[in-house]
């Protein structure tokens, strides 16, 4: 992930904007436009990308607009154009022959840096999407991808299936644990582990297990993260780490994602974690 | 899930063609076509509507080949127009506000009756796929459709997770544990589960203590599952079930999927499977 740690160094932050974009709270500038969602994402990504070191968007947020939407999406990763590191959050996962298509239709169909994946299907549902598969599956794609496995996420489902007792450790420690074991295997230390803001003890824990391990971590703002104790955890260890903010920076108080104010939301969020 | 009762009660077999179609292998007919993939698949559901019960796209397949392969899934779904029931297997699954946006891309967006998704986020990550939540998400979604969660998948990766123990039984029972709770409790029995066909006498266990759980059973043919054991473990319980078959009735010896072949091979199958 050496493409992440260019970007986190030169903006000495470690702030991942995740551009999930309300289609009904499009401002009127924008609502002119043949694919207003992906025209606003845009302009925020000139507006920021010399603040923020990733763009985070989520599938979902194009999909629900059709091929239209994915169009959108297309539009946006090319525009992004490595002004900075760009994960796409798909949180996909299937078996080997399917979750090649994927890898495709992420790093090469939208030029990805790296991607998001869920893990109940299990490690050769992960593996076509890293460099050593890459050939196998002749999908092409470069060597310095990534991918973020859900570990411990951010909402209250996370307490459902996560954190069920494994021989005295939950769930979520024994995906932990294969990622840790995979990136030494096959993966070359290219996978890292989404979890969330929001069980910040547990975020301490996790980071001083697997202090190499690249973190994602969602859940900062509109869900209930804090800041601070996320500084904190993250200073436990020393594997790249990403935090990522959505609404809190999208949205002020006014609910419109105006990309001036976008900016100084993220300025502001970019000055709270600036790199010690 | 009446519409799917009525699919399998008119065809007499509980057969599920998943459209997994490889765009590397078009037969020529085809490949002048605008949208050669959807035009396939449009021509084989032409010659097997009267077969199968039900259709099984997999968004990979489409998304492999970007806005164009989202148009083209949007153009198959539209094809089947409710002449069998559609399943979108996008094994989908995020926070509640996300998932909300997932449901509306593949409920209205794609018109599909069912959908996959994957369990690890929990509860919150469902919830917004189902009846009791569309007014609430404002998605405005029909009352009939429902979703599949993967509990024991039929790859070799799912030894990884699903069979872990916790407490003296696997993670997939958990799951499956919950899916019944949640149909009892807010869910009108739309939650089904998926199932590999790969591990026969796990199947017959879940179906003799979940007999009226749904089941969609993928893994039969090239992955190695045998129709008759599923057949035997599906006659335990009475909750509808579907057997997925992709690669086996597509593509014959010849490798190339030609709509009138796979109507063959997809009446073979149907006749080895006819309801008792």
């Known amino acids: 992930m050496q493409e992440l740690i260019t970007h986190i160094s030169q903006r000495g932050n470690t702030l991942c904007l995740g551009l999930d974009l309300d289609p009904e709270r499009i401002p009127a500038a924008f609502q002119g436009h043949e694919n207003p969602l992906a025209a606003l994402a845009c302009a925020i990504v000139d ?15 194009f999909e629900q607009e059709g091929s239209r939407g994915w169009a959108g999406l297309e539009a946006l990763c090319r525009h992004i154009d490595n002004r900075a590191f760009l994960i796409v959050d798909a ?3 299937d078996i080997g022959n399917t979750s090649a298509r994927y890898a ?57 299936f996560q954190m069920l007792d494994i021989g005295g450790k939950p769930l979520y420690w024994r995906v932990l ?35 190499a391990l690249p973190l994602l971590i969602p859940g900062v703002g509109a869900q209930g993260g804090d800041l601070e104790s996320v500084r904190r955890a993250l200073d436990l260890g020393h594997g790249p780490a990403l935090v ?3 609404r809190d920076i999208l949205y002020g108080p006014d609910a419109v994602a105006e990309p ?15 790199c010690a």
Chains 1, 2 share one sequence.
Not at 140 to 156: D, K
């Open 47 to 61: 507006a920021t990308h010399d603040v923020v070191a990733a763009y985070k968007p989520n599938t979902a947020f």
């Open 91 to 93: 949180k996909r996962g």
């Open 104 to 160: 495709r239709a992420l790093f090469q169909g939208l030029g990805a840096h790296a991607i998001t994946l869920a893990p109940y299907m299990g490690r050769d549902s992960v593996e076509p999407f890293l460099p050593k598969t890459r050939e196998r599956n002749g999908a092409g794609l470069a060597p310095g991808m990534g991918a973020y496995v859900l570990a411990l996420t951010s909402n209250a489902g996370a307490q459902d």
């Open 177 to 211: 644990e294969s990622l840790d074991a995979w990136n030494k295997d096959w993966a070359d230390h290219r996978l890292g582990a989404v979890v969330g803001a929001t069980r910040p003890t547990d975020l301490e824990a996790i980071r001083r297990a697997f202090p």
């Open 244 to 246: 990522n903010v959505s």
């Open 260 to 274: 001036e104010a976008v900016r100084a939301r993220a300025l502001a969020y970019a000055a709270r974690m600036e």
